[in-house]
């Protein structure tokens, strides 16, 4: 069977060095979450394809798993998707997660979108991992083949590299960024 | 399919690992599971088989990677292990428990201690107190370093073997791995039942 979703439909994840784009998105069908309110502490973006896949080898469980590793770096875990508050609450309450899943609904896929990772032809997000530092720039992207779980352990580097650098130290990337191509 | 470099084991093993098999044999494998795991089950009763045809020429180790928050006995049936394994039984914890699960309340683990012949008391000490719950998150943090993404997850002298865990894959990779080449192995399903696998 032919791929829906072409080469040419997929636009590229937004890089290191990136101000990560702002959002607010739906967690549940009573709360919103706002990237810029979370600023001052790292962000790990979880965009993934869709509620509901196999257990035992699932991303969101092992994240879940993880969640006091992310804690001790001050992270916070937000889980996005295109499926809609009430799918995403029966997800949650089946997997037992303790983090957000938010809802990438209407217009939908409008955050995968800005940050690079939506999948036109298919009509939902990349397996991508971003972690953003404490002033809202992306300082690590990662996409997974669509099938494969890519576990925790690029987004714990990535943690670990922010606290030795300083989370808030921002220039520090935006350099890093400007000298990339040397 | 482009082929890269998957992800690696980061924590060699060494002393602190429940090993069967020579150390020094060609090929170690070594699996990350969750006592609670369906799949794990499932894959128990293939690595048995695997041990049974590649016999001196592989060497296993478990470590623990209990997906908690999805199965609730997996962390006391992890520590129950580790538990025995202080009493010089981990190896036979470890195989009752797979072949019971999931059954892992309180009571049955204490009746499998009592199976075993443990000094009940002490092990149920041990597991109430959480005395192996470090060991039990250091081979878990050891797994999701080195790129565990569910389980079971094996790697194949260090390196994450992400084909299929059915016999003959499995040992197909194990065999070109120890070396032997890739010839087929002819499995003997029947002496694997005898030996109650």
Known sequence: MKPLTTEKD????????????????????????????????????????????????????????????????????????????????????????????????????????????????????????????????????????IAVNPGADGILTALENLSSKGVSNGNEYRTQAGNAGR | MATSIGPRLVMPVGKRDHIQGPENAPVTLVEYGDFECPYCAAAHVIVKQAQELLGDQMCFVFRHFPLTQIHPYAEPAAEAAEAAGAQGFFWEMHDLLYENQPMFDPPHLVAYADELGLDTRRFVREVESGVHRPRVREDFMSGVRSGVNGTPAFFINGERYDGSWDILPLVRALQSAAGQGPQIARPDYAHSRRAGI
Not at chain 1, 63 to 69: A, T
Not at chain 1, 70 to 75: P, S, T
Not at chain 1, 86 to 91: I, S
């Open chain 1, 10 to 145: 997929v636009s590229s994840a937004l890089a290191a060095g990136t101000k990560a784009p702002d959002f607010t998105l739906n967690d549940g069908p009573d709360r919103k979450v706002s990237l810029a309110e979370l600023r001052g502490r790292p962000v790990i973006l979880a965009f993934y394809p869709a509620d509901c896949s196999p257990v035992c080898g699932e991303q969101m469980a092992l994240y879940n798993e993880i969640l006091p590793e992310f804690q001790r770096f001050n992270a916070e875990l937000l889980g996005i998707s295109v499926d809609g508050v009430w799918c995403h609450r029966a997800y949650k309450e089946a997997r037992n997660l303790r983090f957000p899943l938010l809802s990438d609904f209407e217009p939908k896929g409008e955050v995968a979108r800005n940050y690079g990772v939506y999948r036109q032809g298919d009509g939902f997000t990349e397996r991508a991992l971003f972690v953003i530092d404490g002033e809202g720039l992306i300082s690590w992207s990662y996409v997974s083949p």
